[in-house]
């Protein structure tokens, strides 16, 4: 299996900073690789796909980069409703995985 | 546009089979286009996915679970399925299904999840 590590894992911020979240991958999995923000107690929703492609809907203070093994989410201007757990998931290979998740808080 | 929604039994006692049922609406499962996924997330834990079906039956399960899981599909009724057997108290989670569409880049993608149902396994 892929395995994926997120950094860091909370992180603590205020509203208006701008936010960066890695991911690594175990191996190569070129931009095969989706972000998705889960408020508690809610199903995930998927922010970006394919590494830098906003999904429909999702606020352009979003964004995704990377290929290869090593991803970033930008939040570029944090707002109230962005505080959540942010998870990468991998899907070059079988069994899609998920990063362990990285929580934003308000500081 | 697509919604799901799980339902299912949310007490399960260990040895038994676990047993949920995703309904889809606003879009047709025989369509074709889509992938159907169960994906699950321990309490305060991350995610894990389960397995896929295609409307034709065609299934791909997580090599960690996959001799306990079966996926299914009701197309008439436009809903698929999962049983997890031999639960044990490593399977409480809480239960998701989930559309990924069928191309090259998204395949794998969830964009539509259900809302989720709580399962416990206890005596």
């Known amino acids: 299996d892929i395995q994926l590590t997120q950094s860091p894992s909370f992180l603590s911020a205020s509203v208006g900073d701008r936010v960066t979240i890695t991911c690594r991958a175990s191996?190569?999995?070129?931009?095969?690789l989706a972000w998705y923000q889960q408020k508690p107690g809610k199903a995930p929703k998927l922010l970006i796909y394919a590494a830098s492609t906003l999904q429909s809907g999702v606020p352009s203070r979003f964004s995704g980069s990377g290929s290869g093994t090593e991803f970033t989410l930008t939040i570029s201007s944090l707002q109230p409703e962005d505080f959540a757990t942010y998870y990468c998931?991998?899907?070059?290979?079988?069994?899609?995985?998920f990063g362990p998740g990285t929580k934003v808080e308000i500081k | 546009q697509v919604q799901l929604q799980e339902s299912g039994p949310g007490l399960v006692k260990p040895s038994q089979t676990l047993s949920l049922t995703c309904t889809v609406s606003g879009g047709s499962i025989s369509s074709g286009d889509s992938y159907w996924s169960w994906i699950r997330q321990h309490p305060g834990k991350g995610l894990e996915w389960i397995g896929y079906?295609?409307?034709?039956?065609?299934?791909y399960y997580n090599p960690s679970l996959k001799s306990l899981v079966t996926i299914s599909v009701d197309t008439s009724k436009n809903q698929f399925s999962l049983k997890l057997s031999s639960v044990t108290a490593a399977d409480t989670a809480v239960y998701y299904c989930a559309r990924s569409a069928k191309t090259t880049v998204t395949t794998g993608v969830f964009d539509i999840w259900g809302q989720g149902t709580m399962v416990t396994v206890s005596s």
């Open positions: 079906i295609y409307y034709s039956g065609f299934t």
């Open positions: 998931q991998q899907l070059t290979s079988y069994p899609f995985t």
């Open positions: 191996r190569g999995i070129s931009s095969y």
